[in-house]
């Protein structure tokens, strides 16, 4: 067991285009959830899922967020059409159940 | 809903004296909350949990958080601060189930 994994771990990309990121959950973990943290603030809810099922969406996720677990393993959070405030670090943790979440290491987004 | 907030966002403290981050919640349903660790440009590790077992939970390195449900608060302490403690803690708290929030971080700083 490896922990959780991100890629890439860092990101520049130009206003406008569209980027995709991938977690890899710790294996055999039924959820699986997506947070943004800008500097200097705590990591803010975006979306989890529960094995393929997309359960919760958060407000800050607008219709150019959208996110997919499609066999209940891996996800990706695609950006469509980035804007210079979706500059953040993309974190990703998974859990098993109810039980405790874990982290991995995000990936840094910067849009010029 | 539930809310975190870190009162202190910097707390400086001379290698070897008391430690204290605090953390105070608001949860409408009896919460699980944790400590996380951050270092720069990485993930959250996590520290310490309290799931309504004992209210003094006990860390690695020295730290341990107590949960008074009476003052909301989680606040995490180590008698004696060492230069390895620097990084920036999160306090978080989460339902049952579902998404964790977070507070905005406590940036501990030991001078030697």
Known sequence: DTGVSQNPRHKITKRGQNVTFRCDPISEHNRLYWYRQTLGQGPEFLTYFQNEAQLEKSRLLSDRFSAERPKGSFSTLEIQRTEQGDSAMYLCASSQGSDTQYFGPGTRLTVL | ?112
């Open chain 2, 1 to 112: 809903a539930q809310s975190v907030t870190q009162l202190g966002s910097h707390v400086s403290v001379s290698e070897g004296a008391l430690v204290l981050l605090r953390c105070n919640y608001s949860s409408s349903v009896p919460p699980y909350l944790f400590w996380y660790v951050q270092y720069p440009n990485q993930g959250l590790q996590l520290l310490l949990k309290y799931t309504s077992a004992a209210t003094l939970v006990k860390g690695i390195n020295g730290f341990e958080a107590e949960f008074k449900k009476s003052e909301t608060s989680f606040h995490r302490t180590k008698p004696s601060a060492h230069m390895s403690d620097a990084a920036e803690y999160f306090c978080a708290v989460r339902p049952n189930a579902g998404k964790s929030t977070f507070g905005d971080g406590t940036t501990l700083t030991v001078k030697p």
